[in-house]
């Protein structure tokens, strides 16, 4: 289980340093990530939140810079394109399990914490329709439940899921870490406010 942010292309951008993508791929976030990697996942949470926010958030600045973050520093919610990603490396072909599908976002990845305690289900967004369910002490992962048949489909002890989604938790929290670093370094002065915002999109807790 892997916290992922859904990607896209990034033409013509020029704030600062950010790696290529395809649209709808997908940057694993964890706090092994190089400084273009981050700056990337930087540029693209900031895009999801590229809003004209309400009249009460304050008046749009006239740089590219403040242009570019507005939305992101002012806008109460916040969303991250992605989710939390969940494949089987012990085989062959790598089996995707849950896959965020559209409308899905990192700021809701609490949810799986609602499979364990709460009401025992979640959905992470359509094509595919990933979907967790628990029964009991397991809790079954379907990558497509409204799709064709034949959807892989694998079941775990509550316990394991646990363990996983606490780890892509830290993973999160590893990553935010590294963002504030990385923002005092190429957005200082708007440090404080870049990384406050991007706690608030991944639903975390600041570093600093």
């Given at each position: 289980m892997h916290p992922v942010l859904e990607m896209s292309a990034a033409d013509g951008f020029a704030l600062w340093p950010v790696g290529e993508y395809e649209s709808y791929g997908h940057l694993?976030?964890?706090?092994?990530?190089?400084?273009?990697?981050?700056?990337?996942?930087?540029?693209?949470?900031?895009?999801?939140?590229?809003?004209?926010?309400?009249?009460e958030h304050g008046p749009c600045p006239s740089d590219p810079l403040g242009i570019f973050l507005h939305g992101l520093l002012t806008m109460p919610d916040l969303f991250a394109a992605g989710g939390f990603r969940v494949v089987d490396h012990d085989t062959d072909t790598d089996t995707v399990f849950v896959e965020p599908g559209c409308c899905?976002?990192?700021?809701?990845?609490?949810?799986?914490?609602?499979?364990?305690?709460?009401?025992?289900?979640?959905?992470?967004?359509?094509?595919?329709?990933?979907?967790?369910?628990?029964?009991?002490a397991i809790v079954r992962l379907t990558l497509d439940a409204y799709g064709t048949d034949g959807s892989p489909v694998i079941e775990l002890?509550?316990?394991?899921?646990?363990?996983?989604?606490?780890?892509?938790?830290?993973?999160?929290?590893?990553?935010?870490g590294l963002a504030g670093t990385w923002a005092e370094q190429h957005l200082p002065s708007h440090?404080?406010?870049?990384?406050?915002a991007l706690a608030r999109a991944l639903d975390l807790v600041p570093t600093r």
């Open positions: 694993v976030l964890n706090g092994e990530l190089t400084p273009v990697e981050v700056g990337t996942a930087v540029r693209r949470i900031a895009e999801c939140n590229d809003f004209e926010p309400e009249e899905n976002g990192l700021e809701s990845w609490r949810d799986w914490l609602e499979v364990l305690d709460g009401t025992g289900y979640s959905y992470f967004g359509h094509d595919p329709s990933s979907v967790a369910e628990r029964t009991g002890p509550v316990d394991r899921v646990r363990r996983l989604v606490v780890g892509a938790q830290q993973d999160l929290q590893d990553f935010l440090a404080a406010a870049v990384t406050a």
